[in-house]
Structure formats: structure tokens, C-alpha cells
């Protein structure tokens, strides 16, 4: 029995909301449960310095928190004047996820910047965070093809997140924070539309754990994805 | 003609959503028209260096904009690594305004932090975070209050905010980004529910300003503070 | 009674020592009794990056105080590594009263960079950087007319400042450290030669003030930089 | 065929040279081919905040590169005043991959610290750090042991770590840089003397790969952590 | 002949008044010709971590320049959020320097802080600011004296400094800038009243010099603060 | 008798070890007796904006510790945020060492970027420092002579340096930690070899020092940096 009493391979009530904000180029409030993530994309028309002159566009996220989306308040890391390590690793992981599926010469010489930041918290921000950018980057995309700014779709593939965990000795899907916070390990699976993989990252929180664990782990989270891509079909009209 | 096509003593739509967060203290999400400000009350039990040992309290409070509330995108400023002046100065006049109506040694040697987050910015995100602050930081101490964790009410008044400014040759209330942006003149003023001066800060835009502009200011932000002051009370029901 | 024996209207001995520092384009060693602020003007041939190619100058400034400027010392701000709010509020306030004078497409594509150091301090060291610094300020650029660098004077009018409060009950003009930290309010304004607002910053120090209250304040206001005015016309040698 | 010639399974040259430094308490230079690491260890009777008085250590990691250890020059992260993401991420797998194997009571209220510093790179410094930092880990904890400082073994397991990659289109094992560079996937796996998963971080570089390639790469991890414990083993003298 | 026209062995006027500033417990404007340098002493009733309950004090000394103190202006090191160099390079002397003619036990565990900032420069600074610096400190002793919070006098020995250089290839005493900048080789010396060396820094500026230049050097620095030393005991009215 | 043993104008032994990193244009660990230091050198194909189309070139030094080369660990400067004073200080005398033997306009537009980390430290760090540098440098110089990308030969002569102090009463050469930390004064000395003087920084640690004294001081370093030379010369097979 998982402490949220959901089946083994349920997950959290998810909802994507596009449009949320009025000034992004492409936005979507991703909800897994009781976990908001605010997604907004920002089209930039230069690209960072190693890319000059290459033709080629980039995408890039930035993650943050509200300090008081979490149960107790987290320090402003503007205030601290400085990122923390999970907040620099977990933007580098949904600006890697997304970068998987975008051409970037089709992009052409621009960038997109999605900023991911936590409304609020209750476990699985990353993976909410990069199911709702990709609904942000492709409405963003959608716009540049419409007006022509860009030519062709330089998006041929969706791709979303979500984490697994041995929970009491089970695997579980859609880990919510009292179940992340006793998982004996957890992992989080970023795969396409498809059903390739991205990224994995999985992590022994109390032992190791074996390979068959693993297995039933990667099992789940291909099936949460196939969910997860109907949602986000469903939120950009592509349903 | 105000460029909203409000009348001069017209506020934008307010709304004031009290427990929007789940986990703060007390919480309040204050819409002035398209401007919407998270406001999440945090009840710690220590104060800062200088109150130990005194038996009094403190309020205090952070402000902070998502990168993409605005219509271009702003720097986010844990990632540059410093706040803004503008950042320090707005969060410094939300403390002080607060703790204006607070009884520190009534409220006792704990504190009150009250972060005021802006999701989306369209003019006046200063005057929404404090009137919505307001109300996050009285649902807090009526929490306090019930569980008997305070003896008496610390809190005898409310407070609110609202800008005003002198458009197009006018004085217009509550004026939002595209007014403000074009003000010859505009002033913040911070009054308690029963009219009571807490903070004024005015400032000429593009030049020099007569006294009675300034009092026609004043007139319109006594006006629009009593119309606050009835919003919050809604909100915390006691309408 | 004032702490400081004066009579409600009566200002501090104001000093204002054109000419202080040997290498700025303007200088100015501004003495409210015993408050000393140096105020250097420094002349560039270059705009922040907004204003390039526009034509138009900028005048900002920069405030800092000696540690041991203050009764207890206060710490060196380049060694905490960060300007604190306090700081950088004032110097947005001095660079804003100091725009507000001055004509930037008639001062043409450059600079001019006000300093404003705080050698000792007794209360009311903005007043005196923001009267100080303008006299700095007319110096520097009576030296780009004289050297045809700038062709018509970008500046029609003197700018300055002064703060009131209410001491003891009663309305009390340039207050001092012993009577501004005692003060039931108080405000800085800042007024042009010939009356006009510039800025107004008015705080309820223990609680809530009328608006009669803030009348005589602003009243005194008047008062005293008519006085200051006198004083910076003889500084520069128009008295 | 890979570029360093090197057949898909076969390891670059692995030599573990425990007591290196003079000072550590435990030390071990580990070379991967021409990656070469310095793995320092450090005993300090005090542990983290979070931990005081609970009995229960601690064991973590700090990593960085000297500035030429690099094909070009990168720049001293001390002299930019920040770490970069990556190094944070590095550190933060190595303390939590030498953590699966310490049982935290056991080893009491102590933190050993694992500097791990690059001395010469060539791709796959953090799976040298590991490994090394093992080494070093163990050393320091046998000294403890022996001056019965700590009274039983904390440390059950050894914890050695690999990185593996496709390789044009081939599963290759221990990847050095112009390998690593040009690799459509690669993956870290932190493994256990007796096998168990520790910590797994598979990225696709070019595009999205399928489950069998993942499996193939799993496979070579364990063969190659199977051989990185015996130089371990022989390193410690229980070979 | 040299740029300002001096001997050789000549210095600038030197003027050094104490009780410049109102609130320090000891104070000193060190005026070298155009050089003039504020020093302030603070008694403080505590002690760096490193000599708690040692029953010893400390000395120690923060240097900084006002931005517009130099011909041409340097940026303020709060704004730019660091110190450099050069000025930690010159703090750490001047605090060395004192503290070589204070015994630490006789103090008592308290630390005495000299500020020293530039409020014009022009060659010279770190010697004038020693040579103030000593005087400020003096006058903070004579107090804790007088006051017998202190017993003894921990400071036997007065202690100044002088910059000498060779200049056109003659050496010369207390340089200028104009002198300093265009200086072959220049040397800053530290000596006590009696004549002890506690500092010396020489260095090469064109090409490598001579040991018997740098005897020329030392030979005037010797003539130079005998000078120095008389003017520091007039200035403490022992002369 | 020393601490160590040694006769006062033994050095320890002094290894320079020539290409000793695979990727620098020049490379030496330098070390004296228990001292280690990994020079390494950089051609960079610019310069800093102060050179900018001057057509002369420079040479910077940057110089760290790693963490537990020192006896107790040291903080991590890169984890802290900041270099300290001492750290900076080295830097700026070792890239002065080396500029004060080679001709910027001969070496022409380029910058050669010299990495001093202490891998193990027993005293005399900045001395090894520059003593191994100029070896780097020699090597990254007859790389660009050899490759005729610079045309003559910019560097006439070597620089060495070694440290001297007095201890127990007697002076003595090439201090290690032992003595220096309990030594009455001690100095470095920067010396090209042919004996011309480069530097010099002597300072008193118990208390100040006569003249004599410092002479015998220099005597034994015109004697170490004879001996630092033969080893130079034979590490560049100009022996």
C-alpha cells in the first residue's frame, strides 16, 4: 500500500494548462497533484557565444522555487546570492531533455528559454517541470511557424518525465513527496513520445539495489510517458 | 482618456484569493487587473539578532519576480547572484509597511516573513503585494491566535496600497504598466484601513510637480485604499 | 524642545566648500552641522548601453559611507561583498533628483557620474548628498560650457533636499541622528529652486501619521531648501 | 574500431596509487590512462548542522579541475567566484555514491571529506574520482579503526564507478575524451564490489536510444567495475 | 632634478591632525603633500575566532580608496562587489605593521580596527596610511589608558613608512605619482622609531636593480621616517 | 641547528621536473624538498583590453592550493566564493617575477597565462612557485621560437626565487613550515640569474629586525638562487 493509497502504477492527477501567462511565447502550468510548475518560454533573437555565425539556435532552461512552495521555506537563492547545486543540476536536465528533440539548424540561429519555477511543491518537480516546458517550447515553436520565422518544424518528437521509486519494497509510479522522501531508491525517466530514452537517472537512497529492480522501474515509467504524452497531446489541440 | 479607458478614480478588477498556497501559514493571491501577486506568510519561532532575549517580534518581508511575469523577459536574479535596488527597495517598503500595524511585543519573540512572489506583472505589483500580504500575514496570526500560540490580537488595523499618478495631465488611480510607463508623475501610498498615513513615496517623471497635483493624488489613493480595505475584509470574512 | 535646542524651522549650519577634490571635473564638501558628505562629479564620454547612439546623456550616482563614519562603526560594504538595500536606494534617489533638473539630448552622448561619500555622518546624509551633488554637478558642467564641449546649459534649474519630522509632537525641520531615531515620522523631500517636487518620501516611524501632519512637514520642506538654494547659489559664485 | 584502438570491453591502463599525499589522512592518485585524479581524505570531529548530537557521521565530496588540466585552458572557478553546475553535480554523486556504502552510526559523529581535484583529464574524471576516493575513504577509515577510534567497520562494501557509451554505433567501455566527445550516448553506473547499483546517469547525446542499447552498456559497466575492485583490493592490500 | 622639483631627499609636506573625526576613539587625517589619507581607530570588546579566551588582543587594519580620490576614477569595489588585489594586498601590511609594536597579551582580548581610506590620492597612499594609522591607534590606547580599561601600555614603539624609488636613475624619497608611475624601482619601507625594520618591499618596475641601490633606497628611507616620527610625536603632543 | 637539520645554507632538495602535464605549452613540477608545485603554462592568442593593438604581449600568473596539500585542510577557495588576500597576493608577485625578465613588445601580441597549484605544501610555496614558472615559460617560449611564431627571443635571462628568515637567532636559507612558522622574521627574494634583484619582501614576525641582519639574509639568497639557477638550466638541457 503506497502512502498516497494510489495502485502501484497510478498516477497523480496531472493537468496541463496552456497559455497561463499573457506575456510568454508559449506557457503551460504543468499540475502532477498537488506539485504547480509554471512553464514559459522566451524566444531570443541571438544565441550564445559558441554558437555565433553557426546558424544553428539553441534551448536552455532555468529552474527555481518559490521559497514557500515547499512544506518548510526554502531560502531565496536570490537573496543567498547564489544557485544551489540541485537547482543548477536540475536546469541542466531539462535544458538536455529538450535540446533531444529539437534540430537546431531547422531552429535556425535564435534561442528559447524556458523558465521552469515551482509554485508549489509536494515531489516530482523536474519531471513536471520538463512535461510542461515541452508544451511551452512547442507552442513557442508553433507561433515562429506560423509567422514564418521559422520554416519547417524543427520538433519532431515530444518528450516527458516522470519518477519511479521502490517504495516499501514496491515499485511505484508518480512518487509524491512523502513517498520520495522513503523510497529505498527513486529514479527519473526521460523519454520520448516514442519511447526512447533521453535520460535516466536512478539513485540508491537507503542500499543498492539490483537490476531486475531497475527493470520494473523503466517498465513503469514507459507506461507513465504514453499518459503523459495523451496529456500533452491533449493541451496543445493535437489530441 | 486613460489608455485602459478606465474612469480617473477607477481601479483595475481585484481580486483577493486568500489560502492559495497549501503549505504557507497564511496565504493570499492579490490580482489588480492583470498584475498578480503571490503573498505567503511564514510564521517562524526565532527573530533576528538584534530582537533576542526582548520578548518582541518581527515582520518582515522578500519580493521576487518570475524572469517572465514581465512583457520582456527579466533576469532572474538568483542567477545573476545579486537582488536589484529596485528588488531591496520594494521588499524593505513591504516590511515597513506591515510592521506598522503590528504590535511586536504582543505578537511575541517569533517572526513573521511574508514573501511576495509576482507571477504575472502588469503595473503596481509593489501596492497588490502589500495589500495582499496584508491579508496572508492576518490569516497567519489568526492561526496563531486560534491555537493560542498568541495571547492578543497584535494587529489593530489593516493596511493597503495603491499608485496613482498624473497621465496624460490627469491624476488617475491604480495605474497599470502601459500608464505608467507614460506618467508625467507618480506617487505609492500606503494607508491603514482608517486612513491613517503609513508611507508615501512620490516621485516626478518627467518634471517638476505642483503641491496641489500632489493632493489630488492623495484624494484618489484615500478613495482607492477605503475600496481595498472592503476587498480585504471579504477576503478574510469579515465583509 | 528639540534634543538639538533648535527652533522647529531651524536648519543645522550648512557649509557647502566648492572645489574639495583636486581631480574631479566638480566637487562639493557638503556640511549639515556635524553630517560631511564629498560629492565628486566625474565626466565620461560614454552612455550605459540603453542611451547609445541616442544622442542623450545620463547622470547616475554612487553613495557610500566610511565605516567609522557612524557612532558605532558599520561594516566596509566592498568587504561583505554586497551593497546593502539602504545603500542602493539612496543613490537611486540622488541619481533620480538630479535627472529631474537636467536636460539629457542638450548634455548629448555622455555621462556624468556623481559620488557622494559620507565622511562623517549625524542624520540626514542624502539631504546633504542630493544638495551637495548638485552643486558638483553645476561645476562639472559649467566646465563643458566654458570648454564648448556642451553647447546651451542642460540644466535650468538647482535641485535640493531636506528631511522633516514629527519630534516630541511637533513638526521639526532638518532633523539630526538624536532626534531622527526618535522621530514619530519623518520625510526627505526633494524641491527645485523654484518649488516644484521633485520627491517625496514620507514614513510613519511608530504609527500612522494624519494628513495634516504631513502638511506641515511638507510646508518646512519649502522652508528650508529655499534656505539650501541660497546657500548653493553662493557656493557657485551666483549668490 | 574505437578510436583509442582499444577493443569495446577493454579498459584503459588503471593504476591506483594509494598514499600519494603526505598530510591526508587517507589518499589515493587513481589514473585511468591519462586521466589522473587526486583523491584526498579528511577527518574532522564535527558533522554538518543537520546532524548534531544524533550520533550518525557523514561522508562528502568536493571536485575540481586545475585550470590546465584541460586540453584548452578553463578558467579557476575560484577566480570566477562560483562553481560551475557541473562541478556541483560531480561532487554531489560522489558523496552520495560513497555514502551508499558507510553506515552513518557506525562510523559516529564525524565527517570524512573527499577532495577530489584533476590533475590531468582525459575524459572520465568522475568515475576516477569515485574510485579513488574510495581508496582514500578506506584508508582513512582503517586508521580509525586501528587507533579504535571507531569501534566497528562502518563500511560493508567497496563502491567503484565506469563510464560507458555508444561509440559509432558500438557499446564501448571506459571512454576517454575524443571517445566520449563523439558518443551518441553515454552512461556513468557507480556500482558495488558484489554488483549492487549505487547511482546510474544515462544521457543521449545525439538522439534518443532504445532499451537494448542501455542494457549492453549496463552489461560492460559490470564487467568493468568488477576489474576496477580488484585494483582496488590490490590498492589496500587485501588483493 | 625630479618632477616636483624636490631633492632627493626631500619630502613632501606632511601634516598630520588628529582628532579628525567625531566618532572614532582615535583619528588621524594623514596629509604627504596631495596624498591625504583618513584613519580611523575602533575599539572593539572582542576578538577574531583564532584568540578567543587566549587573554590576547589584535590589531588589524581595511584600506580603501573613494572612487574619485585618483586622476582618473576607479570603480567603487562595494558596487563591484569585490575587493581587489591590490587593496587586500595593503591592508594586510598595514595591519602587520602595526601589530609589530603592540604586545597582544598587554592589550587584553579586544581587537582595535584601523580604517584607512583615501580621500585624495597621489603616491603613496599604504605609507601615509601607516604612518596615521599609528597615530590613531595611539590615541585609541591613550584612552583605554586613561580609562584603565587597559593597565599597561602595550604598544613600546611608534612605527611610520616611506616610499622611496629610483628615479632618472637617482634614488629619491617619498615619490609622487608622477614620480611613482614613471619610477624604475620602488620600495616601500616600515621602520619603528628606533630604527627596526618591520617591512620591506622592493621592487623592480624597468629591469632588475643593484643590492647598493637598494642600500640608497634604505639609507633615505632611514633619514625619511625620523621624520615622520617627529611629526607623529608632535601630532600626539609628545613632541 | 635547524629543525630540519640542515646546515643554515643547506636548501632541501630541489627536483624541477619539465613536461610533466600532457596539454600545457609548457609545464614543471617544482619541488623543494616536501613542496610540491605544478607549473603550467598557457599561450593565449590575446591579450587584456589594456594591450589591445599595442603590439606587446604579458604574462599573468594564477596560483590555489588544493585543499589538503596543507597539514590542516583548507578551505576550498572555489567553494568559498572568493580568493583570499593571501592568494592574490602570490599571484600578482609571481606574475611580476616573471614580466620583470622578458620584453613585451619582442613577445608580441599574446598572453602566456602561468598556473601555479600547490599539490603539497611544506613552506616556501610562492618561491617553488616562481622558481618551476619560469621554467614553464622557458618551455612555452621556445615553442612559439621553435615554431617561429615569435621571432627573437624575448627572455634574456632567468628568475629564481627562495626564502630566507632568521630562526633561533640565525639566519637561514629555504625555510620549510616548521621554521617558518616559528621563525623572527623571514623574507623572499626574487633574483634573475645573474643577480640582479627583482623583488623583495622581508618582514618582522616576533619583532623588528636590524639592518645586519637583513644583509645576512640576502647574502644566503644570492647564494640559494645561484644553486635554484644551475637546476633551471639543467631542467632546460642548458645545463
Not at 114 to 135: E, K, N, P, S, Y
Request: aromatic content about 4%.
Amino acid at each position: 500500500m503506497r502512502p498516497s493509497g494510489r495502485a502501484p502504477n497510478e498516477m497523480r492527477g496531472i493537468v496541463l494548462e496552456p497559455g497561463f501567462s499573457k506575456h510568454a511565447e508559449g506557457s503551460c502550468l504543468a499540475r502532477f497533484g498537488d506539485t504547480h510548475v509554471l512553464c514559459n518560454a522566451t524566444v531570443e533573437e541571438r544565441v550564445p557565444p559558441f554558437l555565433r555565425n553557426t546558424g544553428a539556435g539553441w534551448v536552455t532552461a532555468e529552474y527555481g522555487m518559490l521559497p514557500r512552495s515547499t512544506h518548510e521555506r526554502t531560502d531565496r537563492e536570490a537573496a543567498r546570492g547564489r544557485q544551489s547545486g540541485r537547482t543548477l543540476e536540475i536546469q541542466r536536465l531539462i535544458g538536455r531533455s529538450l535540446r533531444a528533440v529539437v534540430d537546431m539548424p531547422t531552429l535556425g540561429e535564435r534561442q528559447i528559454r524556458l523558465d521552469c519555477d515551482v509554485i508549489q511543491a509536494d515531489g516530482g518537480t523536474r519531471t513536471a517541470g520538463i512535461t510542461g516546458a515541452w508544451v511551452a517550447l512547442r507552442i513557442a515553436i508553433d507561433s515562429l511557424l506560423e509567422r514564418r520565422i521559422v520554416a519547417r518544424d524543427p520538433m519532431a518528437e515530444s518528450v516527458a518525465a516522470v519518477s519511479c521509486g521502490i517504495v516499501g519494497g514496491a515499485p511505484c509510479l508518480d512518487l509524491d513527496y512523502s513517498e520520495d522522501s522513503g523510497a529505498d531508491a527513486d529514479a527519473n525517466f526521460v523519454l520520448t513520445g516514442s519511447g526512447g530514452i533521453v535520460e535516466i537517472q536512478g539513485t540508491a537512497e537507503t542500499e543498492p539495489f539490483g537490476r531486475s529492480d531497475f527493470d520494473a522501474l523503466l517498465d513503469l515509467a514507459q507506461e507513465g510517458v504514453a499518459a503523459l504524452t495523451r496529456h500533452q497531446m491533449a493541451a496543445i489541440g493535437r489530441g
